[in-house]
């Protein structure tokens, strides 16, 4: 059977692993048949019987026994209960995933693979004693579908389930989080932690230093609008684990307190915005593509004091005139709309770079999302000073124990294991993958590009076979919906606008002649299962329409197709034009622009490697903004402390 261990599989994992593998695949492996070894046993007990020895799991956990001399029964009876409650066995191969999870890993399963249910097992054993589970995914879908689609799991076992939501009132994330296991994203729950810190102060003293009991009963029960909601931070199960722990990590999360900007600072905004945009890149100013900032020249400097005199500058020192241009430049370079944000409402709304989905709430720090307002000629609102703040990293490290899946972390197991002290382990496919991966094709312009995954489209579709193409922004996804629109394509389109489907969307892109084009990864996390028919055709088919800052992404979207041992194709066309290329830095992104402008499709070898180079360059600068960012906040805690203040407070 496919899903029971075997030489051929043992073998799969070796190659996968690696000999550094060897001892712990051996470990799992023999837990996997002691586990399946008590499945005949399970299958005969009642529901009653089986949430009675549920029960008795949790006594004997609570009572001092190891949760490894517990791992293989608690294993089995989930395996049990998932089998009763969901109709669904979990695999062999998903068991060794759960095992590893609960060992302090990241367990790395392909698209497809079973992530959600593999995690029913570690969150079950681990949620014995009774200090709570956190199940932690990247949006709100994501963790209002997995607790209900999971929950009947866990209830047939005696356990409460919560879930965190955006918008939910004090008193219903509380008891969401006093569940056994609670579901949310990573945002809803650093951003708790945080206003508990804040209502900690608030009842004084030292009481930022007591847990949720301690706080409660000492006020007899009372103020529970300040009561804290969390409980002690005991374990996490990290779903697309990368996502949030990597991609995520560059940008600590912050509690603002409101900072009324005066009538002089706002027009210092529209002021800058305007006489920014008559500045001459080079000669008024640099940009750095690789940092994304920009800084003023000398010549730029003296046409900027020739209006300092300007009414709306009128209040500014000289070095305070030339930050605010120099972030004015920035917001008109760097920060593109319906790439890095989108205006709804008369509102600047962030969108995630790596999911494509919009952040409301979220707002860029030390004024740029006031430059961007000025830009797009909107009222400049609140700017917001830092009442509370921690990054991803310190945050996921207060928990006593921390885990986590996904289908792409092994390019980054050494960043992992360093900051967040998990290791990475490969879990090989239920069925051997099928997926086929073709050579990039590579065109001068952007323009000869997009041309050419539309006329790829059009092939695929002729035949019937489904196409998901993955896109940078939301315009370049809605430039290739133009085209294909005049090629007469019927397609869904899905991105940051309507993010709200997104998963009816992605769900459907495997049936016959389906069309589909999103941005990134929107739909990270829904299955896609093929219609009638599409497996003979060589099933789903992936374009990438250019080449992201991490590899890690690119094999996300690759990941879409070929789930489970299905057929499917995953191709990336890019060009010169792309915004990778200026990885390079600017005046050799623009030497190379220029070299090849006009050769049409660019099939040597090197050009491929080129963009390899390019995202190595990327991945590079991301780790180092990663690590100054935890360098600072470190220093910044250290300081606090010193002065006897809350480290994540101010």
């Known amino acids: 059977m496919a899903n029971r261990l075997g030489p051929a599989w043992l073998n799969r994992v070796q190659q996968l692993a690696g000999p550094t593998h060897a001892g712990r695949l051996s470990r799992y492996a023999m837990l996997v048949e002691r586990i399946n070894a008590l499945e005949p046993a399970f299958e005969q007990y009642t529901d009653a019987e089986l949430k009675e020895k549920a029960h008795g799991l949790r006594l004997r956990a609570r009572q001092g026994d190891s949760l490894n001399s517990l791992l293989v029964e608690t294993f089995a009876m989930v395996r049990e209960a998932a089998k009763r409650a969901i109709g669904q066995r979990q695999f062999d191969v998903q068991i060794v995933g759960g095992i ?67 918008g939910q009132s004090d008193g219903v994330r509380r008891s969401a989080y006093a569940c056994d296991i609670t579901y949310g994203t990573a945002k809803e729950l650093g951003f708790d932690f945080l206003r508990d ?193 921690v990054t991803v990293q310190d945050f996921f490290k207060r928990y006593k124990k921390l885990a986590g899946m996904t289908g792409t972390a092994s390019s980054d197991a050494r960043e992992l294991r360093r900051i967040y002290k998990v ?76 993010h709200e489907i997104e998963a009816q969307i992605v769900a459907q892109a495997g049936q016959a002649g389906r069309v589909t084009v999103a941005t990134n990864m929107a739909g990270r996390g829904t299955d896609i299962k093929l219609g009638e028919g599409v497996a003979a055709l060589g099933g789903l088919h992936v374009i990438g329409t250019e080449r992201h800052e991490a590899r890690r992404i690119d094999r996300q979207l690759a ?22 290329i200026e990885a390079f830095g600017e005046k050799p992104a623009a030497r190379l622009r220029r070299r090849y402008k006009g050769r049409g499709e660019l099939t040597s070898l090197r050009m491929r490697r080129l963009f390899v180079a390019a995202q190595r360059r990327k991945e590079r600068q991301h780790f180092k903004d990663r690590k100054l960012l935890m360098h600072y906040e470190k220093q910044r805690a250290e300081m606090r402390k010193n002065m006897g203040l809350n480290p994540v407070l101010g």
């Open 100 to 166: 590893a999870i609960h060992n302090r890993c990241i367990a790395e399963l392909e698209t497809g693979e079973g992530k959600t249910l593999v995690a029913t097992m570690p969150a079950t054993l681990n949620a014995l004693p009774g200090k709570g589970v956190h199940v932690v995914t990247v949006n709100d879908y994501l963790a209002r579908r997995d607790a209900e689609w999971m929950g009947p799991i866990y209830q047939m076992l005696g356990l409460t389930v919560g879930c965190i939501q955006t």
């Open 197 to 389: 810190e804040l209502k900690r102060l608030r009842l004084g003293g030292d009481a930022h230093r007591k847990t949720f009991e301690q706080v409660y009963l000492g006020r007899g029960g009372h103020v529970e609008a300040e009561m804290p909601v969390q409980r002690t931070h005991n374990y996490a199960i990290v779903d697309e684990a990368d996502s949030i722990l990597i991609d995520e990590a560059r940008t600590p999360l912050i509690i603002g307190a409101n900072n009324q900007p005066t009538q002089e600072e706002a027009a210092a905004y529209y002021g800058a915005d305007q006489l920014a945009a008559t500045l001459v890149r080079v000669k008024d100013y640099k940009y750095d593509p690789l940092e994304r900032k920009a800084e003023l020249t000398a010549a730029g400097r003296r046409k900027v004091q020739a209006v300092a005199a300007h009414t709306a500058f009128v209040t500014l020192t000289v070095d305070g005139l030339y930050e605010y241009v120099e972030r004015a430049l920035r917001g008109q370079i760097a920060y593109l709309r319906d790439r890095d944000y989108v205006v709804v409402d008369g509102e600047v709304i962030i969108v995630d770079e790596f999911t494509g989905r919009m952040m409301p709430g979220r707002q860029w720090q030390d004024g740029l999302h006031q430059a961007i307002q000025a830009k797009e000629k909107l009222e400049i609102t609140l700017e917001t000073i830092t009442a509370a703040r």
């Open 423 to 498: 290791g990475v382990f490969r879990v090989p496919t239920n069925r051997p993958c099928r997926r086929v991966w073709l050579a990039d094709r590579v065109f001068s312009t952007e323009d000869e590009k997009f041309r050419a995954v539309a006329d790829q489209i059009i092939e695929w579709n002729r035949h019937g076979v489904p196409v998901l193409v993955g896109t940078r922004s939301i315009e370049k996804s809605e430039r290739l919906s133009t085209l294909l629109a005049a090629a007469g394509i019927e397609h869904q389109i899905l991105n940051a606008k309507n």
């Open 559 to 580: 990941g879409r197709c070929a789930r489970q041992g299905d057929p499917g194709l995953a191709r990336f066309f890019v060009s010169m034009d792309d915004e990778i």
